[in-house]
């Protein structure tokens, strides 16, 4: 290199430029420089927060859950409304989690919150329809900033295991839905089993029929097992595991049924927003029944290692324009990638399992 | 052939520019879209899955065309630590490129997830259902994604430095190519005087000495 003269300045400056210039773009687009934007860590932490103690192996959210499987039978009404081939005429294998919603996986069942229903239904095709669903119609927030405020303002005070009522007061002013959702909650029946509860799929999607035609959708289980609820007022008696042992010992004695009914959204319908239920007359299909046979905990059944993305769908259905599925979908992601690095931990329901060293070795 | 070629093979070339665009594409598209849960997220994944298999389709069909068809002797003034900085980064890009595709596939069967490259259809599990593979697939495929960033940002630098500085026909290589008027490189040895023989070597800013041969 001796014989080299030193390199010229101007083409040094170009190259150096040429570099800067994708570094920084590089920054941006990783969110690292420019306009702050919610990641799935953000709401990730917001849920641990509210949480209070860190929950390793766990959801973030819903974190205590029994496993599910059964299957889908379809009459083949669905069809009218969607290629998808579990709308088509049989029967389709199905499993799923039962969950009451809150991060701390030892949580008494006797609260006024989400009762749950996540389902993975395949089909022969190889396609995969997961489905994450709450007992409630609406949802208390649109969007991700909401529910990260929402998940901060909530988090029950440790003295009184109760929010900050001034905190709550703040939140609902900024967030009017958040009251729409509580006023619904309090007057709403809260399901005394997981078998007679209601599934609401939260978000709108779209349906796309065989003619090309789409439509936005919004779909639901019904139970056939008729309601009833629990007592509200002494909510604090209930023992800590009574709705996932009602179901284990419920599912023992038979299956539990559902009926998916798909309800087609009139026109000015809101699509865009969780916490807007449709009212009025709706055209609704019945497509098929849902049957439960099997609960299992979370240790032997199939559902602990899996994320029921509900943006994973079947041709046949997709997203509409509501921004929470990206944001549901973003942050069970996140979830799942902490909790998958942590290693699993025994289950509520599963805690009597874990004590059995000879039922451990056959949950793996 | 019985003589290395001057530039790398026609075909080549543009599959390393497609290329090109797309890996730098999927970095942008990968970093943004673990950035955020806005409507963006869903759209980028969509996105994210099919040129990733793109990308892995085309290295392995570049990889043969390139070892069957060879590169261009480097200059034979470049000092060795360089040669050897040119040989190991190429190997590494080779290799980010087929890794980070395999990674996320095998990622996303490790996580229990569906491979679905667009509407119906979905690439069959190349890993099994393992939550801790998964985490440890998942984080390699961001730290890959990282240094595979920093690797072409120094292949590109570099790539410029032959071009506008040592004007020394190596861009040019996977560019244009060498113009056919030129004429015949010498034979032999790993010395190639190259900066006399081109037109630009008046350049005052070219170093125009001849390499020595015990450089």
Redo the contacts between chains.
């Keep these: 290199m001796s014989t080299r003269k030193p390199a010229p300045p101007g083409p040094l400056l170009v190259i150096g430029g040429i570099a800067a210039v994708l570094v920084l773009a590089f920054l941006w687009a990783a969110g690292w420089i420019g306009p702050r934007r919610i990641s799935g860590g953000d709401v990730t932490r917001a849920l641990e927060y509210n949480t209070g103690k860190p929950q390793p192996g766990f959801r973030r959210a819903h974190a205590k859950g029994l496993c599910l499987s059964g299957s889908f039978t379809a009459n083949g009404a669905g069809s009218e409304v969607s290629t998808a081939q579990a709308f088509e005429p049989g029967t389709y294998p199905v499993i799923g989690r039962f969950s009451v919603a809150g991060g701390n996986p030892l949580a008494t069942d006797g609260r006024n919150v989400f009762h749950s229903m996540a389902l993975l239904l395949n089909t022969p095709d190889g396609q995969e329809w997961r489905m994450a669903m709450d007992h409630t119609p609406i949802f208390p927030v649109s969007n991700a900033a909401g529910f990260i405020a929402l998940q901060r303002a909530s988090r029950p005070d440790p003295a009184t295991g109760k929010p900050d009522p001034a905190r709550m007061k703040a939140l609902i002013a900024e967030y009017p839905s958040v009251k729409a959702f509580q006023d619904y909650l309090a007057k709403a029946v809260l399901p005394s089993s997981f078998a007679n509860a209601t599934y609401y799929a939260i978000n709108a999607f779209t349906m796309t029929d065989d003619t090309g035609q789409t439509r936005v959708v919004r779909w639901q289980f019904n139970p056939e097992t008729p309601l009833s609820g629990l007592d509200k007022a002494h909510l604090d008696s209930l023992p800590r595991d009574a709705l996932f042992l009602e179901m284990i010992a419920r599912t023992a004695r038979g299956p539990s049924r559902w009926h998916l009914i798909l309800t087609i959204a009139n026109p000015g319908d809101r699509t865009d927003s969780a916490t807007v239920a449709w009212s009025g007359a709706h055209r609704t299909i019945d497509a098929g029944v849902l049957t439960v046979d099997k609960v299992m905990p979370e240790e032997v059944g199939a559902c602990r290692d899996l994320n029921f993305d509900p943006t994973i769908l079947p041709t046949g259905i997709g997203l509409s324009d509501d921004p929470l599925l990206a944001a549901r979908s973003k942050v069970y992601s996140s979830s799942f990638q902490r909790r998958a690095g942590e290693g699993p931990h025994p289950s509520a329901v599963g805690g009597d399992l874990a004590k059995d060293p000879a039922d451990k070795e056959s949950a793996r | 052939m019985n003589r290395p070629p001057r530039d790398f093979h026609p075909l080549l070339r543009v599959v390393h520019w497609l290329m090109a665009a797309m890996v730098l594409a999927m970095?942008?598209i990968g970093?943004?879209m673990?950035?955020?849960?806005?409507?963006?997220?869903?759209k980028l994944?969509e996105l994210h899955r099919p040129v990733g298999i793109a990308i892995l389709i085309l290295v392995l069909l570049r990889l043969p065309l390139r070892l069957a068809t060879g590169s261009p002797p480097l200059p034979g003034d470049l000092?060795p630590m360089q040669v050897l900085a040119a040989k190991g980064s190429h190997v590494l890009l080779y290799a980010s490129m087929a890794a980070m595709p395999l990674i996320g596939w095998a990622m996303l069967a490790a996580?229990?997830?569906?491979v679905?490259l667009f509407?119906?259809l979905?690439l069959p599990p190349i890993a099994p259902?393992?939550?801790?593979l998964?985490?440890m697939l998942?984080?390699a495929h961001t730290v890959i994604a990282v240094l595979f960033?920093a690797l072409i940002?120094a292949h590109?630098?570099a790539a410029?430095?032959h071009g506008?500085?040592r004007k020394d026909g190596v861009l040019r290589s996977m560019t244009v190519g060498t113009p056919p008027s030129q004429p015949e490189l010498p034979q032999g040895g790993g010395e190639v005087p190259h900066f006399d023989l081109y037109p630009h070597a008046d350049d005052p800013?070219v170093?125009a000495?001849q390499?020595?041969a015990d450089?």
């Design positions: 970095l942008f970093v943004g673990v950035s955020t849960t806005g409507p963006a997220y869903t994944l000092p996580g229990g997830y569906p679905e509407s119906g979905i259902h393992d939550l801790r998964y985490a998942r984080q960033f940002l590109l630098c410029l430095f506008l500085v800013e170093p000495t390499p020595k450089e």
